[in-house]
């Protein structure tokens, strides 16, 4: 290991060490911790977890933080350090004044001094942040939370209110929600300049409405919409400058008075500039590099970048004349090379010509700022990017030459740069410059030493590198995408805990696309999940729900038990913020969904969008349970077709509502007849079921007692009981101990229903006319009755068994009219023929203290044959 350079060893990626102890079966340990911070936003605490999503709960009691209080003076001035853009390192820049500019800027300061607000707008490069900047100076003790500067450029007016809270009222981890900081915004007074402001309308008259005793000056582009005619703005317009102030401006650049060539180019560029100041800036600029040039050219070019155009020269000549050509001394021992003034199309668009005399550190980081779309990194990255431990000079260099301007706390390329670097080839390899500054923020984000306040100050650059990779082609277009993906997962978090939630939602967005382009489900997943939290502190539960949805369902697919509970948990909240379980009817009260409406499976409201599962278009048909017993599945019979009325959709189950006396019966009808037409058709089904089986038991048990009574067949009714006569015929064998005779099947005997002969014998009570049955007197029955009542059962059958109700059938059967032949007394002699049995009968075992008798409603009595 290298003490000097410890290299990835450094931040806990220990890779020999880690080899050895899993060599030596030691388990690895883990590199670095993740980085978990805890904010309140409004009545919600946010735990930031970049591992497996963000958890969002209620705060708890006593976990609220302090209430904010008001910064001190100290304080105010350490936030207005943080928000002005780092002094750059290098050459200084020359300072300039400010010209014609006094009219407009004791205007602006009357105004904010009467409590008003003022929008100045100018045209890029007017000069209007320099305008600012004096302004703010004048008006530093006018009001008593002092001068708030903050940056417009990508701000929305709710971006711009809370960094408002944040420069007045300390309070850390806190970020309040809407109805909160208005509230807190009320009570705050003080000169707010917002600087590159983006916005106007009806986002204007929000954020002067939000702070009412703020007075705003808001200075903004031709471009950027007007206020609402209503607003309480007035707008003072900044123009170009005269001749006379813009050849002042430009010798205060160069440092030295101007040459006749060099006033009448100057007014040549006046004119075609309209007095534009930062054209003057650059000229300056053009003028000292033209300086310089005619001395040597090896002096001021240290790495090399103009030697080979001009060759090389003495280096202590040089700076002798250096010094003199500075001072304005002409040594006539030295020969100045002639150096040829820029055209006037050179001094319109300045920016290739300025950018091709500066070092080669200058021009490295000039194309890092192309691939950015314009955003410069910080100037402690550009050792990393350029590959040079001195390349922050360059910052410094660029500023000096007007090629870069000031935006909130970090720089970028002055208006009109880009455009004309372009259009030089500057664009060349910007994808991979782009992707090595998104490599290089991936690590510097994650890194545990990188506090969220410094990610959030550089989320304009990060941002830029990570929008710059997700449209990406070619053959590395894959590679660029998963870059973005892991850069967004650093920086996000890092965004979160910063309180810079629009930056925060910009990452989760661009990393949600690139993971979907690169095919990342896992990552997608988060992205999802993470949206949908900060949905949830903005109060956008809609959004919420749907980004929570999509989420477990995507770690659904995955088994990703982890993120499917903190999903799950989240989306939990949101029913709780939306007051779906308030809203749902109590679980002893259902309510029954109207006809035609398909059941709903549980309380737990179903899933909308990614996460919905498809309904069963044709699920099996179920009967509702009864009360206080099992679930009753009617068998399929094989005998007639029944209706399938499984392809009617699914049953509704209900429970049976229990009536207030707590009798049962009507809550069992009302639940099964009081639901959706499949119960009706159901029930009827039955009803139809049951006469059917009993017109087929009736039929059957009567199809052996129609053939001529001459015949003396032996029938089940009357068997042969002729003892000591075996004539090798199968006859009937006697029935068992506990079973009933055969002759007795469909037979009940009831004790409270003697026979007339005073014997045991039954009675045909189950015939409401004893004219309809054609039988003689009981007494006269040859069959075999037992003293006590007894129940008779029937041999099993393969048939399925349907049970009969205990209401006798509504339809009796037909009497006949055929006089019934009275019984005999002598046995028939047996016969070569074998005995006929009826057909076996359906009829279950009835239940206990239950006695049903399907051959008594046919109104026939017991060991009688059937009239003919």
């Not at 701000?155 to 809407?178: G, I, M, S």
């Not at 058709?681 to 052996?704: K, M, N, Q, W």
Request: proline content about 12%; charged content about 20%; some cysteine.
């Amino acid at each position: 290991m290298d003490p000097i350079n410890p290299g990835s060893e450094e931040y806990g990626h220990d890779t020999e060490g880690e080899e050895a102890r899993q060599g030596r079966g030691v388990p690895a340990q883990t590199p670095a911790r993740a980085r978990v911070v805890r904010l309140v936003s409004g009545e919600l605490l946010l735990t930031v977890n970049p591992v497996d999503g963000s958890e969002i709960e209620p705060c708890p009691p006593g976990q609220e933080p302090a209430a904010p209080r008001p910064r001190t003076s100290e304080e105010r001035a350490e936030a207005a350090r943080a928000a002005a853009p780092p002094v750059p390192p290098g050459p200084a820049a020359p300072a300039l004044p400010l010209l014609e500019r006094q009219e407009e800027r004791e205007r602006l300061t009357g105004i904010l001094g009467r409590g008003r607000c003022a929008r100045l707008l100018g045209v890029p490069g007017s000069g209007r942040t320099a305008l600012l900047d004096a302004v703010a100076a004048d008006c530093a003790d006018l009001a008593p939370d002092g001068v708030v500067r903050l940056s417009g450029h990508h701000r929305t007016p709710t971006e711009l209110l809370h960094e408002l809270f944040t420069a007045v009222r300390y309070a850390p981890d806190r970020r309040p929600d809407r109805a909160g900081l208005l509230d807190l915004l009320g009570d705050i007074g003080a000169v707010v300049v917002v600087d590159d402001l983006e916005f106007g309308g009806a986002a204007l008259d929000e954020l002067l409405a939000a702070a009412p005793e703020c007075a705003f000056l808001l200075a903004a582009g031709p471009e950027t919409p007007a206020p609402s005619p209503d607003a309480p703005v007035e707008e003072v317009l900044l123009a170009g400058l005269g001749r006379a102030a813009a050849l002042q401006l430009l010798e205060n650049a160069v440092g030295r008075t101007l040459t006749d060539e060099e006033s009448n180019w100057a007014g040549d560029l006046w004119f075609e500039s309209e007095g534009l100041p930062l054209r003057f800036v650059q000229a300056g600029a053009l003028l000292r590099q033209r300086d310089r040039l005619r001395v040597t050219p090896a002096e001021f070019d240290a790495f090399g970048a103009l030697e080979e155009a001009f060759g090389p020269t003495d280096p202590a000549a040089a700076a002798a004349v250096a010094a003199a050509a500075f001072d304005g001394v002409e040594d006539p021992d030295v020969e100045l090379r002639e150096i040829p003034l820029p055209s006037l199309g050179e001094g319109a668009a300045p920016a290739a010509l300025l950018a091709s005399r500066l070092s080669r550190s200058a021009q490295t980081a000039l194309r890092y700022a192309v691939a950015l779309g314009g955003e410069v990194p910080h100037q402690a990255h550009l050792p990393a990017l350029v590959g040079d431990t001195h390349a922050d000079a360059a910052l410094g260099e660029l500023m000096s030459c007007g090629l870069l301007s000031p935006v909130g706390p970090r720089y970028r390329l002055s208006a009109g740069v880009l455009t004309q670097l372009l259009a030089h080839g500057y664009e060349r390899e910007a994808a991979d410059r782009a992707h090595t500054v998104a490599q290089h923020y991936a690590w510097w984000a994650a890194h545990p030493s990188v506090t969220p306040e410094r990610a959030a100050a550089e989320s304009d650059a990060l941002l830029a590198a990570l929008t710059a990779l997700i449209p990406g082609t070619g053959d590395d277009a894959a590679e660029h995408r998963a870059t973005a993906v892991l850069l967004a997962r650093a920086a996000a978090p890092a965004f979160a805990a910063g309180l810079h939630w629009g930056a925060w939602e910009r990452a989760l967005r661009a990393g949600q696309e690139a993971a979907r382009l690169a095919g990342e489900v896992a990552e997608e997943a988060y992205f999802h999940h993470e949206l949908g939290v900060l949905a949830i502190c903005g109060g956008n539960l809609e959004r919420a729900r749907a980004e929570l949805e999509a989420s477990i369902a995507m770690r659904g697919v995955l088994a990703d038990k982890r993120g499917t509970v903190a999903g799950r948990r989240a989306l939990a909240l949101v029913a709780d913020l939306s007051g779906e379980h308030a809203a749902a009817p109590p679980a002893e009260e259902p309510v029954s969904p109207p006809r035609g409406t398909p059941a709903l499976r549980g309380t737990t409201p179903a899933l909308r969008g990614p996460a919905a599962r498809p309904a069963l278009p044709r699920p099996e048909a179920v009967t509702a349970p009864l009360p206080g017993g099992p679930v009753r599945t009617p068998a399929k019979p094989a005998g007639p077709a029944f209706p399938d009325f499984a392809a009617d959709g699914p049953t509704l189950i209900t429970r049976p509502d229990t009536a207030e006396s707590g009798d049962r019966r009507p809550g069992l009808r009302s639940g099964i007849l009081g639901g959706a037409r499949r119960n009706l058709v159901a029930v009827g089904a039955g009803a139809l079921l049951v006469a059917v089986l009993g017109t087929v038991v009736t039929l059957g048990a009567t199809s052996g007692n129609g053939e001529d009574p001459a015949t003396d067949r032996v029938t089940s009714d009357s068997t042969s009981d002729v003892s000591g006569i075996d004539d090798g015929l199968d006859g009937e064998e006697p029935p068992a101990d506990g079973e009933a005779d055969p002759a007795q099947t469909g037979t009940a005997t009831h004790a409270d229903s003697p026979s007339p002969s005073g014997s045991g014998s039954a009675s045909p009570s189950a015939s409401t006319d004893p004219s309809t049955s054609g039988s003689p007197s009981p007494s006269d029955s040859p069959s075999r009755t037992t003293g006590a009542p007894t129940a008779t059962t029937a041999p099993p059958t393969g048939r399925p068994t349907a049970t009969r109700p205990p209401t006798p059938t509504s339809t009796p059967p037909k009497p006949t009219t055929t006089p019934p032949k009275p019984p005999t007394t002598t046995p028939a002699p047996p016969t070569t023929e074998p005995p006929t049995t009826a057909p076996p009968t359906t009829t279950a075992p009835p239940e206990t203290g239950e006695t049903t008798t399907l051959g008594a409603s046919s109104g026939t009595p017991a060991g009688t044959e059937a009239p003919a």
